[in-house]
């Protein structure tokens, strides 16, 4: 069947012949996959910075961000049925026994770094016709929510950003409402860093869950995704015409961050503008670069003297793939053609090389697989 690959010692991101999965334990499920979405750590793995073949292969089938359709059941599957649409969890546990995070099903938070990905780390991914997983790691989505779906996965990052950033925030507890609706607006300003699909669906959920929020971004941000922005009530700051002072003064003080983009320095220069019992939550993955200077004595004073929070967020659980299909449909209703304005192109999977080498532009691109 066709699949995507990369062969990192080759240098070489083509499409191949790739062997058809079968089930090999009861408790397997085959799809087909239907979408798969590309996001920047896609572009990583085809420019060779990033991501590893599994053992035994000198090629990595890619892609993470899957929408599929069950096709097939082991005779133990009990979630999930023929018909069904799902999307897959991207992180299995480590093997070593005293990693609690994964033995406990929490391989989001492994220890020992031995975690594999779907298609990132030694293990092949979704973009490719057919695949078969555990029951487990399979999310159901419901049917009305087939086109935009394949933004699940991108939004599970949010999702759990949040979770974290409402734990922290219960030491404060006019900032984290009891019943919904409840909480004052001390506490309830944040900032999204970056206007790209993470950005944008992070923005949605804090939009959701009760913030004012300014999204600030840099990249100069096409006129589609300053419409979205305004869609769902956000204000949409240029980092071109407005300096960190002048975001800080429009978006009062900061009490949230939520930072989608990998560029460290921006980040530290925000990190600077934090106000009183701040929580900043760090998303994105830079690449190594040199070394810059920032000044860590009015850092460290203000995190003190201000009670601030820097927490770094990675990869999703199960539960956090249930809130972001939950969100999905929240923000369907709400925002119907901003939510669907998010995604910008489909293409086959005979020029997925397009939107990977970042010539494609937008949103989220798509590679539309079956239908
Ligand atoms: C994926 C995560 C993954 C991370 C690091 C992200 O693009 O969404 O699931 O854990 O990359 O590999
Ligand atoms: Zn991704």
Redo the contacts with the bound molecule.
């Keep these: 069947m066709k699949a995507f690959a990369v062969f990192p010692a080759k240098h070489q991101a083509r499409l191949i012949d790739h062997p058809e999965p079968k089930l090999t334990s009861p408790t397997e499920a085959k799809m087909r996959v239907l979408e798969v979405g590309v996001?920047g750590?896609d572009r990583e793995i085809v420019s060779f910075q990033y991501g590893d073949p599994p053992e035994g292969f000198d090629y990595l089938v890619i892609g993470?961000?899957s929408l599929s359709e069950v096709i097939e059941v082991g005779h133990q599957v009990s979630r999930v049925q023929t018909g069904d649409l799902v999307v897959i969890t991207?992180?299995r546990p480590c093997a070593h026994p005293e990693c609690i995070a994964c033995r406990e099903g929490r391989q989001d938070f492994c220890y020992t770094g031995d975690y594999t990905?779907r298609g990132?780390?030694s293990r092949h991914g979704f973009m490719t016709e057919l695949v078969v997983e555990e029951e487990r790691y399979l999310n159901v989505v419901p049917r009305a929510l087939r086109d935009i779906a394949v933004l699940v996965?991108?939004l599970t990052?949010a999702e759990k950003s949040l979770e974290q950033l409402a734990q922290i925030q219960q030491r404060l507890p006019w900032a984290t409402p009891v019943e919904p609706g409840q909480f004052s607006t001390a506490g309830r300003r944040a900032v999204v860093l970056g206007a790209g699909p993470v950005g944008l669906l992070g923005a949605m959920a804090l939009r959701v869950s009760g913030y004012d929020v300014a999204v600030y971004s840099r990249s100069p941000g096409g006129a589609e995704n300053n419409d979205i922005v305004a869609a769902i009530g956000a204000k949409y700051i240029a980092a071109e015409t407005h300096s960190i002072e002048q975001l800080a003064s429009i978006a009062g003080p900061i009490d949230v961050v939520y930072e989608a983009t990998g560029a460290s320095g921006f980040a530290f220069e925000v990190v600077q503008h934090l106000g009183p019992n701040a929580v900043f939550i760090f998303t994105g993955?830079p690449g190594h670069k040199a070394p810059i200077s920032v000044d860590t004595d009015r850092i460290m004073r203000d995190m003190v003297l201000n009670n601030q929070a820097i927490v770094g967020s990675?990869?999703?659980p199960p539960h956090c793939f249930q809130a972001a299909i939950n969100h999905l449909g929240v923000f369907l209703s709400r925002w119907p053609t901003a939510v669907r304005s998010l995604i910008t192109k489909r293409f086959p999977i005979e020029q997925a090389m397009e939107p990977l080498s970042s010539g494609a532009g937008g949103v989220k691109n798509v590679i539309a697989i079956a239908s």
């Design positions: 996001c750590t993470h961000e991207v992180r990905e990132i780390k996965e991108p990052i993955v990675v990869n999703a």
